[in-house]
């Protein structure tokens, strides 16, 4: 079987069934391949968007995402889609052309050293030379890809790999020597968890996206009110339990709600599950949860102890480790505390000003929640992804999906794109902004295209809004390189140009309208809305500030 | 505080790329490393020397034991033997020629070239010895040195 066969052979014993990629002369082999197999190519206009969709594909549905790219540029333009998954663990396999062994170091023509550009930003990555180790290799890549901490893996194939005749056996299993991630976690440090549950008073779950790479979530909520405590996520936790739970307090950080942040503070005992302590979610370090013994569940050991100190680490998969923690505790009623962080979420609600001739940002997401609640919300980076974590309420983990570790502009669009297509039934949003929206705007395209009929809505405030913030609020108002918007730009020609709907919004009492117009279209739509140009992301807890020294805006 | 780290390594292309590019972007101080095959043809052995506190070792061993081609990952700071082999290459006179073979018989070092103004001088030792050598060596006019970088074995029952 040629190379270019067996690859594609192997994807689909892998399961997959869509792989979002562009072609190009060094993978020309592969696509010839894929020309015969039941896999659904998605081509994007960018490998970029490729490798965010892939990305978001896999967020959505939990199976690991798929994107080819070709040789040189088609490869180097996939580096900000692997790092952004790497620092979100999201898990995909990245296929890149390369040019034949034999002109490998020459600077041949469409020639790049992928595997030694992506080597810090891949959880693995492989340069094939020998043919017939495709098929291990590619068992090896899907393996390692989802599970332990999953994250993106990068196989470069030489063109004369792809063509090469070899004998195709896919490995059933296959037994790395140096890679056995450790699931359950040590019953000693689980039993000394669950005697500090029991003496707190003041406890909080602080969820992270490990929750839902676990598919913990209800192991999470069943600890969550056996204690009972009161949970707080990351940014990238946002769904791990429903977010219209009582003991949900939302989101936690630099502009997570200011009752999470209170309460995190103020927390006797963190329970934190699958995550990493960013400096975004514990503000100053030195000064995170000063009261508080601290657990940490995680399945990546180097994560424990690396940012904050920990009392009790336990490292497994967060699924079994909270399935066995919860046999090991009890009700215990906490009062004081319940009335206590009842209060601080009645005293510092979420809130904007509401203005009968501005749309504001919130009012849109608002808007949104109320009309499809159960929708998938994908965000870009800035104030829009905030307001958006702030005002959608979300149900379930893998209901919002967004750039967290790596902030990368132009992620949501194309993450919608790959999520909308691992769940074609469903509704989703891509809640933008317009500089955001524009750095893979070329991805209206494939939507038309491939009749993805994802929504985005942008919330256009003629500014890199959350930068123009920080100027605002931290450089005396100068507002160097900010603006957006000059005359003549138009997002709903854009997007009619590409073929989609386009919409402009300029009053609110046109967004709920529009919106509900956008979601009976059955194809892809663009609503440019016009918000409040000067409006900040509140409450915010300021760089270098513990989450206690949060501050919110005089309303 | 420095620690001698023993890696065991699946001996393919690129390992030690990769664990250099570890080092680098974590901003871990290599002193020193030496790779070599061990007993087992597949598998390769690497002594790294890094400096750093407590927290920083920790996150070195943990961040090695990530890559997956890395099998085992073990601090022999404690209780090991270490070694390393020097090259100094010195410039003789007939006036100080049996002075220096004198110095190099007391730290049994063997001299392995021998040339009308230069000795090259085989030392092998912990890192003081060899220290201790190249400063007496300094005298009569070094021309080169080459060293090796620590390799380094528990004591013992104990293997890694
Ligand atoms: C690729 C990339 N470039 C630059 C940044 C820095 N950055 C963070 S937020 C932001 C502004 C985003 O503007 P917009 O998309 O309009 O969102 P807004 O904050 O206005 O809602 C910028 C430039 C980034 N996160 N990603
Ligand atoms: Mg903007």
């Known amino acids: ?555 | 505080m420095r620690h001698t780290i023993a890696v065991l390594v699946e001996n393919k292309p690129g390992v030690l790329a990769r664990i250099s590019s570890l080092f680098r972007r974590r901003g871990f101080n290599i002193e020193s490393l030496a790779v070599g095959t061990t007993e087992k043809e597949s598998i390769s052995r690497m002594t790294i020397v890094v400096s750093g506190d407590d927290k920083t070792i920790e996150q070195v061993m943990k961040q090695l034991n990530k890559l997956v081609e890395v099998i085992k990952v073990s601090d022999l700071t404690q209780d090991s033997v270490e070694r390393e082999l020097a090259l100094v290459k010195v410039a003789v006179t007939p006036e100080k020629r049996s002075e220096i073979i004198e110095i190099a018989n007391i730290f049994r070092a063997r001299i392995v070239d021998v040339s009308r103004e230069s000795f090259i001088v085989e030392i092998t030792g912990d890192e003081d010895k060899i220290n201790a050598f190249i400063d007496l060596m300094r005298q009569y006019g070094i021309k080169e040195i080459s060293r090796t970088g620590k390799v380094s074995m528990a004591r013992g029952k104990r293997t890694v």
């Open chain 1, 1 to 555: 079987m040629r190379g270019a066969n067996a690859i594609i052979k192997a994807l689909e014993m892998e399961g997959v069934r869509h792989i979002f990629g562009i072609p190009g002369g060094a993978i020309i082999e592969v696509y010839d391949a894929l020309f015969d197999s039941e896999i659904t190519h998605i081509l994007t206009r960018h490998e970029q968007a490729a490798v965010h969709a892939a990305d978001g594909y896999a967020r959505a549905s939990g199976k690991t995402g798929v994107a080819f790219a070709t040789s040189g540029p088609g490869a180097t333009n996939t580096v900000t889609g692997i790092a952004n998954a790497y620092m979100d663990s999201s898990p995909i396999v990245v296929m890149t052309g390369q040019v034949p062994t034999a002109l490998i170091g020459n600077d041949a023509f469409q020639e790049a050293d992928i595997t030694g550009i992506t080597m810090p930003i891949t959880k693995h990555n492989y340069l094939v030379t020998d043919a017939t180790k495709l098929p291990e290799i590619i068992k090896e890549a899907f393996t390692i890809a989802s599970t332990g901490r999953p994250g993106p893996v990068l196989i470069d194939l030489p063109k004369d790999v792809t063509i090469a005749d070899i004998e195709f056996n896919y490995p059933e299993k296959i037994d790395l020597i140096g890679y056995k991630p450790k699931t359950a976690g040590h019953p000693r440090q689980i039993k000394r968890a669950s005697e500090l549950i029991m003496k707190s008073e003041r406890p909080v779950i602080l969820a992270g996206g490990g929750i839902r790479l676990s598919e913990a979530q209800e192991e999470l909520l069943k600890l969550a009110e056996t204690i009972p405590a009161f949970v707080v996520t990351t940014l990238m936790g946002k769904g791990a339990i429903s977010e219209t739970h009582p003991l949900c307090l939302g989101f936690v950080g630099m502009h997570g709600t200011k009752y999470a942040d209170y309460a995190l503070h103020e927390a006797d005992l963190v329970i934190a599950v699958g995550c990493r302590f960013s400096d975004r979610t514990t503000g100053r370090v030195s000064d995170f949860a000063p009261y508080a013994k601290i657990i940490h569940i995680d399945i990546d050991p180097a994560e424990i102890g690396k940012n904050v100190r920990v009392d009790v680490p336990i490292v497994g998969d967060a699924k079994l480790v909270l399935k066995e923690l919860v046999n090991h505790v009890q009700y215990k009623q906490r009062k004081e505390w319940e009335d206590k962080v009842n209060d601080w979420r009645r005293s510092y609600p979420l809130r904007y000003i509401k203005e009968k001739d501005k749309i504001k940002p919130q009012f849109v997401i608002e808007k949104v929640y109320e009309l499809n609640p159960d929708a998938i919300v994908t965000t870009e980076v800035g104030q829009n992804q905030m307001w958006a974590a702030q005002y959608f309420k979300v149900k379930h983990p893998r209901q919002f999906i967004s750039s967290g570790g790596l902030g990368t502009m132009g992620f949501g669009f194309p993450a919608a794109m790959g999520a909308q297509t691992a769940f074609p039934e469903k509704t989703v949003v891509d809640i933008a902004g317009d500089g955001s929206i524009l750095m893979n705007i070329q991805e209206l395209a494939t939507c038309v295209d491939y009749h993805i009929p994802v929504k985005i809505c942008v919330l256009n405030n003629a500014y890199l809004g959350m930068v123009r913030q920080w100027q605002e609020l931290f450089y005396n108002e100068r507002y160097s390189a900010t603006r957006l918007r000059y005359e003549g730009l138009s997002f709903e020609k854009i997007a009619k140009g590409f073929g989609a709907v386009g919409m402009t919004v300029e009053k609110p009492s046109e967004v709920e309208d529009a919106l509900k117009e956008a979601f009976e279209i059955d194809t892809p739509v663009l609503i440019d809305f016009w918000v409040e140009k000067l409006e900040n992301v509140y409450p915010m807890v300021p760089p270098g500030a513990a989450l206690n020294e949060v501050i919110d805006k005089e309303v």
